[in-house]
């Protein structure tokens, strides 16, 4: 998963799933283990036969179907909605708070707007496999 804003992705920054599940193989047998606990991230899960530990991988660039089953939107510290991490649309939910009218029903209507907007432009899948740089640090928004 990239953290910083360092730039494009390539092969020499990550280390690859397959390969790390390669060296736990090294020494206890991966079992999966499909059923996520709830509010755990998108890691996969794997029972380790041997010890009994829970391992979850995170393969954010190199497993195809990483964002399939993705249901989280970020909320910022600075107030913006960000329906993915690997890509840069936000919704300003700061300004949508600031711009109430005083109108009570309009007010009601406009910012669950705002958020089904994020909701309806949630992307499929990241863009880290593209040309995609970070412009502010994970820990930014809550990555
Ligand atoms: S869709 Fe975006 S936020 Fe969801 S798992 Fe993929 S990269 Fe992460």
Redesign the pocket.
């Known amino acids: ?1 990239p953290l910083t804003p360092g730039g494009p992705l390539n092969e020499g920054h990550f280390f690859p799933v397959a390969e790390a599940m390669a060296r736990f193989a090294d020494h206890d047998t991966l079992d999966p283990a499909p059923a996520k606990p709830l509010g755990h ?2 890691a996969r899960y794997f029972r380790m036969r041997r010890s009994g530990g829970l391992v979850g991988f995170i393969g ?1 660039v190199t497993c195809a179907d ?2 399939a089953d ?5 909320l910022t510290a600075d107030g913006k909605l ?6 840069h649309g936000e919704i300003d939910l700061h300004q949508a708070l600031r711009a109430t009218t005083g109108d009570r029903l309009a007010d009601a209507i406009a910012l669950p707007a705002a958020i089904r907007e994020a909701i309806v432009n ?7 496999a593209e040309d995609f740089a970070m412009k502010r640090p994970m820990t930014a928004i809550g ?1």
């Open positions: 998963m991230g998108p954010a990483f964002c993705c249901n989280k939107l970020r960000r329906p993915c991490l690997g890509r949630k992307p499929e899948h990241h863009g880290f990555g």
